[in-house]
């Protein structure tokens, strides 16, 4: 723990190797020039890989026309096409940790929501509730970065 406690708290922490533990779908969002997300995201996947994980390189290019069967992945999402496929794969049971650059929650949430429901989907809020299980934030403080909030939306 010692080599992120300047970014994340032992209690935080605790809760992303819970859900790392339970195969959850986790969302880390980084403010645009925070460090640590990469970081923090490499560490989950390390403890997912000692419990027997495996992880796959997420690429939306080769995954879009893929459904759902349990498969974990790491994905740094960039553009619309990652994010839809993404949680296109997540709404059928995929898991696995994914990292987006936005200002705050919110923000992240609303960019996903527009996604999907340009992607057809009539409901995102809702949809965004049912495909992701966690939500952390990283935030600037200064010349450092700090896990501000985790967010459980399903145990």
């Given at each position: 723990?010692?080599?992120h406690?300047d970014?994340?708290?032992e ?18 969002v980084?403010?645009?020039?925070a460090?640590g997300?990469?970081?923090?995201a ?16 997420f690429?939306?290019?080769?995954m ?5 069967n349990?498969?974990?992945y790491?994905?740094q999402?960039k553009?619309?096409?990652d ?12 898991g ?15 960019w996903m929501g ?11 809020d809702?949809?965004l ?18 896990v501000k909030?985790v ?5």
């Amino acid at each position: 723990m010692s080599e992120h406690e300047d970014l994340i708290n032992e209690e935080s922490f605790g809760e992303l190797l819970k859900a790392v533990r339970e195969k959850k779908r986790i969302l880390l969002v980084g403010q645009p020039g925070a460090h640590g997300l990469v970081t923090l995201a490499m560490a989950l996947l390390m403890h997912g890989d000692e419990q027997g994980y495996q992880y796959e390189l997420f690429d939306s290019g080769i995954m879009r026309d893929r459904k759902g069967n349990g498969n974990l992945y790491f994905a740094q999402l960039k553009s619309t096409a990652d994010i839809y496929t993404l949680l296109s794969l997540w709404a059928h049971g995929d898991g696995g940790v994914a990292t987006i650059y936005a200002q705050t929650m919110d923000e992240a949430t609303g960019w996903m929501g527009a996604v999907m429901k340009k992607g057809g989907i009539r409901e995102p809020d809702a949809f965004l509730n049912c495909t992701m299980d966690v939500i952390c934030m990283i935030e600037t403080e200064g010349d450092s970065s700090v896990v501000k909030d985790v967010v459980v939306l399903h145990h």
